[in-house]
């Protein structure tokens, strides 16, 4: 799955043109790479998205096309959170 689908779907970013935009300045990597929004995630690849106020690292532990609001959070383990 893509990235920016990804964090879409898994309601990390609020919308795809976010992340989107996110990805293409810099602000997301993924496993320790800067990664563009077309990047494909697998099962076990680590994220990290900078945010104004800090960052957030999480694992991802499913790809699902699309899932229910209250099953977003099972899409992913957060490792760490500043």
């Given at each position: 799955?893509?990235?920016?689908?990804?964090?879409?779907?898994?309601?990390?970013?609020?919308?795809?043109?976010?992340?989107?935009?996110?990805?293409q300045s810099?602000?997301?990597?993924v496993n320790?790479?800067?990664?563009?929004?077309?990047?494909?995630?697998?099962?076990?690849?680590?994220?990290?998205?900078?945010?104004?106020?800090?960052?957030?690292?999480?694992?991802?532990?499913?790809?699902?096309?699309?899932?229910?609001?209250?099953?977003?959070?099972?899409?992913?383990?957060i490792i760490?959170?500043?």
């Amino acid at each position: 799955m893509r990235l920016d689908k990804f964090l879409k779907v898994s309601r990390i970013l609020k919308r795809r043109t976010v992340a989107q935009e996110a990805c293409q300045s810099g602000k997301v990597e993924v496993n320790g790479r800067p990664a563009k929004p077309g990047c494909q995630l697998k099962v076990g690849d680590t994220v990290c998205v900078h945010f104004a106020g800090g960052a957030l690292t999480f694992r991802v532990k499913l790809v699902r096309e699309s899932v229910r609001k209250e099953e977003a959070d099972s899409m992913y383990e957060i490792i760490t959170e500043l």
